[in-house]
């Protein structure tokens, strides 16, 4: 008998295509409890800022809702998430049709290289971008081309020229992760605009909602002009539901009618759902969360500063800090019970990101850094 496929030493690993043997793991911020197992510490007295939640957690409103759901739990969640989407639908005046919602905005950028990546095709993102965009390349056997930062944010022209006639997805982070850059309006539309048509425009913008209003594109409103532009939000960030998981995309309906085919039937459960639902109403606790950000991101900087550290300008809820030797300075934190996020993997092995956190919280980082730099 002949196998198709080498079986060697009986590793039925190797049955697996090559471009998922190779992949890399998706390394997440350290939870709390292992943390707290490994030092011996208690989790209560352990301050996680290493992966971009919202440190209030979400609003009075959203605990009430989330625990009315709970009624409902034996029963399927609604697949097709009819509340959520009309929710959506009429704040960013777009149709239902045009929404896709995911497990957290992670589940909608894997829905868009599912549905459009085939084996050879090529996807183009920045160096230092969200490493998500590589991964799921990866995961479709495609190719990832990485184009060089430019003052750690995105080169859209170098990203422009980068396309070839193989490219089928270009991805934009914005802000971008974990460098927190930022590109303003015009210079994205411009871009978009300068994308071929038979080429999909992924514009994440997981951190949208800690822009300053005035900073705002109108995304949105640009599918209706370019088809091949997919916008993608989460409730992870802003919202304070990161441990729910959900998202949405924003895209012409025929992309989200692809996007929609290859997505599990229930793929954002109910608690979810409901959460989400009146997150989206309660933009008061959304504003409220920005202006603390703000703050705690001025805290922050002078404090670094003060250090004699430096760090990339941010628009986002995170910073990105030169701290030298960064994987002996994230261990001397984890020592002192402060969690945050190495970025080696993203090719930035002398930095840390740093969420911002509450006042206390972004103190007691403060004062771990300093410990930890000295000596
Ligand atoms: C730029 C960016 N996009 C997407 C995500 C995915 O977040 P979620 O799946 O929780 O919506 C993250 C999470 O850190 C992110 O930083």
Known sequence: MTASVPHRD?????????????????????????????????????????SNENPRGPSPAVRAAIAAATDDVSRYPDGDGFELKAALSARYRVSPFQLVLGNGSNDVLELVTQ?????????????????????????????????????????????????????RIVFVANPNNPTGTWIAPEPLRAFIASVPNDVLVVLDEAYNEYL????????????????????????????????????YGIMDAKVADMLNRVRQPFNVNA?????????????????ESRALNSAGMRELMQGVRALGLAYVPSHANFLLIRVGN??????????????????????????????????????????????????
Do not use: C
């Not at 799921?136 to 430019?150: C, H």
């Not at 002192?336 to 996020?341: D, F, L």
């Open 10 to 50: 009986n590793d039925p690993s190797l049955l697996a295509p090559e471009y998922v043997r190779s992949l890399g793991r998706y390394v997440p911020g350290k939870p709390i409890g292992e943390l707290a197992r490994e030092f011996g510490l208690t989790a209560r007295d352990i301050v996680k800022l290493a």
């Open 326 to 375: 960064a994987a002996r300075v994230y261990q001397r934190l984890l020592e002192q019970g402060v969690i945050v996020r190495p970025v080696a993997v993203y090719g930035l092995p002398e930095f840390l990101r740093v969420t911002v956190g509450l006042p206390a919280e972004n103190r007691r980082f403060l004062a771990a850094v300093a410990t930890a730099l000295g000596g």
């Open 212 to 247: 300053e209003p005035a900073q705002h594109a109108e995304s949105t409103a640009w599918i209706a002009e370019h088809p091949n532009l997919i916008v993608s939000r989460t409730f992870s960030k802003a919202y304070g539901l990161a441990a729910l998981r959900v998202g």
């Open 115 to 167: 549905a459009f990546l085939r084996p050879g095709d090529h996807a183009v993102y920045s160096q230092h971008a969200f490493v998500v965009y590589p991964l799921a390349t990866q995961a479709r056997g495609a190719t990832g081309i990485e184009v060089p930062a430019r003052d750690y944010g995105h080169d859209l022209p170098a990203m422009r020229a980068a396309i070839t006639p193989q490219t």
């Open 271 to 287: 608690l979810a759902q409901a959460a989400a639902v009146a997150a989206l109403a309660d933009t008061g606790y959304v504003d």
